[in-house]
């Protein structure tokens, strides 16, 4: 069974930084790209990042270039998403899901909770 | 900049068909997906590639995609599926959710 566990949400202050991981497991995770996409309460989804299966070529909206980094560790099965000046803005539940653009995102985790807050 | 328009809300009577719509410039030339989400819970993929059905899913979901418009349909409605439906597509290496659309099963 394929799992997608995410952990490293929490409040931060604005301006601060935090690390997103997503364990996955019941699959190959080398084979795959993933892709962080989130949500803000109440709100619709957003794509914010995706990354090939081999971590060679990441791809970002636009309003994350600069601030966000994601990255993987194949030897791990475990997906990052660096979160670098987080805005009010930013503040949704982060969910990682496996696949990218041909690829369907067929699989989701259950997302942690990023608030930006004073 | 790409970008997918779906209704914000659509309502059916239980056993009735439903269509839910999704527009976006030349969607039809894109392949697209669409997920449901239920409250507290995290999306699920109901129809990819335009057309086809995950494991899983009840063969009363189907899609289609053509011009400017992709269509999912929901045959005999059941108050289960009752949810926030989305659709997604991908273009070059960006990808775009639809607003999503708030299906009510009365």
């Known amino acids: 069974e394929v799992q997608l566990v995410e952990s490293g949400g929490g409040l931060v202050q604005p301006g601060g930084s935090l690390r997103l991981s997503c364990a996955a497991s019941?699959?190959?995770?080398?084979?795959?790209?993933l892709t962080w996409v989130r949500q803000a309460p109440g709100k619709g989804l957003e794509w914010v990042s995706s990354i090939s299966d081999s971590g060679s070529s990441a791809y970002y909206l636009d309003s994350m270039k600069g601030r966000f980094t994601i990255s993987r560790d194949n030897s791990n099965n475990t997906l990052y998403l660096q979160m670098n000046s987080l805005r009010a803005g930013d503040t949704a539940v982060y969910y990682c899901?496996?696949?990218?653009?041909?690829?369907?995102?067929?699989?989701w985790g259950r997302g942690t909770l990023v608030t930006v807050s004073s | 900049s790409f970008e997918l328009t779906q209704p914000p809300s659509v309502s059916v009577s239980p056993g009735q068909r439903v269509t839910i719509t999704c527009s976006g410039d030349r969607l039809g030339d894109k392949y697209t997906s669409w997920y449901r989400q239920k409250p507290g819970q995290s999306p699920v993929l109901v129809i990819y590639e335009d057309a086809k059905r995950p494991s899983g899913i009840p063969e009363r979901f189907s899609g289609s995609n053509s011009g400017n418009t992709a269509t999912l349909t929901i045959s005999g409605t059941q108050p289960m599926d009752e949810a926030d439906y989305y659709c997604?597509?991908?273009?070059?290496?960006?990808?775009?959710f639809g607003g999503g659309t708030k299906l009510t099963v009365l």
């Open positions: 019941g699959f190959t995770f080398s084979n795959y790209a």
């Open positions: 997604q597509a991908w273009d070059s290496s960006i990808v775009v």
């Open positions: 899901a496996r696949g990218f653009r041909a690829d369907p995102y067929d699989s």
